[in-house]
């Protein structure tokens, strides 16, 4: 029986895919599996018996990633599952820009008591006035599973759309649009866009990329959005950017105090994947690949191991090892456990997976075994 921990509510529609062998419980203390979306998972003490941390969602930034690996703690996330939410508020958030929508709805708001409204709006909608989408260019940063899907909707919807992924590989090209134009040097999408939207992680090479410099490449009245991290963006750089014009206005799902103060800034409150649908798709994802990994060992969408996929069991055993990259437990694998019937080992920056069938069950000797080799952090048995 393993304890499943919910450290925020997941949808039922995945939780209803848990069989019989899992129980949930409130006592995270407890728990083999947590699933979370946003709780902060950084000052939790990790518990011995979690074997798996699945993200209802793609950011991750919320759990202790070296932490859990050094503890041989595989964490998911689940790509795509959100994608479609964030593409549409993406472009939302661009008709909001171009349009004084707010303004308008808000002046509404403000002369709903006038009884002849319907004469008075006719004189105030020119406030409102804006511009359209049709025939501008949209800059798209990062091109994943979301990136994709806002490149495609963009082009669909008569934009020219010019995309950027150092990382881009051939299979991801090919979801692309024909008419969507990639460029390997982001000063050559700069130079020509109307909109840029970002869609990559938050790392060091990423953080505050979206900063003075960038907005000096860019034509005067550029509108960025912003529905990926808040840090990609230099604050002090926007602020600047929108005061002198450069920046129209600058749409972004994070709220703080900082930019909830500035003038040409549109917030909403972390909505991107704030539909029913995505947090479905997130919670069927996420139970789906603690599933597998649970039992059959397999890693699919780890953040923090190499994804390693054996199938279901072979032999009579098989037996998962968490350990550091460069460790020969798989090498010393078979004097340890006897004939192995298949294997595969994958690493990961400084971790490796190692995953076995093998023709005999997997004792507690040959388990201690493993263990005391060089490196390893985790040995678990499968079956």
Known sequence: MYKVNCLN????VGLNNLTSDYVKTDDFSE???????????????LPDSLLAVARAGAGVNNIPLDKCAEKGIVVFNTPGANANGVKELVLAGALLACRDIVGGIEWVKANKDDENISKSVEKAKKAFAGSEILGKTMGVIGLGAIGILVANACDALGMNVIGYDPFLSDAQKSKLNSG???VTDLADMYKDVNFVTIHVPALPSTIGMLNKDAFDQMPDGTVILNFSRDTLVNEDDIEAALKSGKVRKYVTDFANPRVTHMDGVIVTPHLGASTAESEDNCAIMAVKEIRDFIENG???NSVNYPNTDLGTPAGAGRVAICAKAGSSVAEKLSAIVGDVAGMTS???GDWMYVLADTTAAVSEDAVK??????????????K
Request: aromatic share 0%; net charge positive; proline share 2%.
């Open 9 to 12: 509510p997941i949808a039922a």
């Open 31 to 45: 728990a083999n599996v947590a699933l979370v979306r946003s709780a902060a998972m950084h000052d939790l003490d």
């Open 298 to 300: 397999n890693i699919k």
């Open 346 to 348: 994958n690493t990961r």
């Open 180 to 182: 969507i134009k990639t």
């Open 369 to 382: 075994a493993i263990e005391a080799v060089d490196g390893v952090v985790r040995v678990r048995v499968v």
